[in-house]
Nanobody, 118 residues
């Protein structure tokens, strides 16, 4: 079974940084595209970033986070990361890591809360 456990969410001030982690079990993240999505209160899920298995292929980012967020993975630890910098209140959301297809709830973790507030 796919299991994904996110951590690293916290309350931070605007302009702050966080690193989110997602430890996977039941499959090797190196074999699949891996994605971060987020959901703000009362809003739909929003795709954030995807990293592909081929290390020579660049990750994808939604426009609003490009240049501020960095997705990466440590295959030896079977762990996915999302580095968040220069955070704004618009980034407040529950962040989920997912094995593609991310819309399948079985492919997502329980999430970690990021709150950006002064």
């Amino acid at each position: 079974d796919v299991q994904l456990v996110e951590s690293g969410g916290n309350l931070v001030q605007p302009g702050g940084s966080l690193r989110l982690s997602c430890t996977a079990s039941g499959f090797a993240i190196s074999d699949y595209p891996m994605t971060w999505v987020r959901q703000a209160p009362g809003k739909e899920f929003e795709w954030v970033s995807t990293i592909r298995p081929d290390p020579d292929r660049s990750p994808y980012y939604r426009t609003s986070v490009k240049g501020r967020f960095t997705i990466s993975r440590d295959n030896a630890k079977n762990t996915l990361y999302l580095q968040l910098t220069n955070l704004t209140t618009e980034d407040t959301a529950m962040y989920f890591c997912a094995k593609e297809p991310w819309a399948d709830t079985r492919n997502r973790g329980q999430g970690t809360q990021v709150t950006v507030s002064s």
